[in-house]
């Protein structure tokens, strides 16, 4: 099991290491190469994609350690300036988003016993409907 974790630390390392050579954002190319490694069949990773794509460790280190770290990252680099100018755009996405998940939520009660959401929890129940 530690192996894995080396293995899979090796490889992060040296997309980091690519991404810092061609002056491109690290996260990005994570994601990428997660995503090829995750698709493509590659036949020494096999025991690993399916260590890594357990429930407990895919929370702990993804979810947890992974995630929260990319995205404090990109917060840190964040141009004030930057964030100004596509207020607009953010704040758009934001409300569409929300009233999507409203709608979502409003018509899976009405429409069905079960709302779309995987999440287990009906915040949007309605008498009668659930």
């Known amino acids: 099991?530690?192996?894995?974790?080396?293995?899979?630390?090796?490889?992060?390392?040296?997309?980091?290491?690519?991404?810092?050579?061609?002056?491109?954002?690290y996260p990005t190319f994570l994601v990428i190469v997660g995503l090829l490694i995750g698709i493509l069949p590659i036949p020494g990773l096999s025991d690993i994609k399916?260590?890594?794509?357990?429930?407990?460790?895919?929370?702990t280190t993804v979810i947890l350690i992974f995630l929260?770290?990319?995205?404090?990252?990109?917060?840190?680099?964040?141009?004030?300036?930057?964030?100004?100018?596509?207020?607009?755009?953010?704040?758009?996405?934001?409300?569409?988003?929300?009233?999507?998940?409203?709608?979502?939520?409003?018509?899976?009660n009405v429409l069905f016993t079960e709302p779309f959401s995987t999440t287990g929890t009906n915040l949007w129940s309605i008498d009668g409907c659930h």
């Open 1 to 25: 099991m530690i192996t894995y974790w080396i293995i899979l630390l090796a490889i992060a390392v040296g997309i980091v290491f690519i991404a810092e050579k061609m002056k491109q954002p």
């Open 50 to 59: 399916s260590y890594a794509a357990t429930d407990t460790v895919f929370q």
């Open 68 to 108: 929260s770290a990319l995205l404090g990252d990109a917060a840190l680099k964040l141009p004030i300036m930057e964030l100004n100018r596509s207020k607009k755009p953010i704040l758009l996405t934001f409300i569409c988003r929300n009233i999507l998940d409203v709608f979502n939520r409003f018509f899976s």
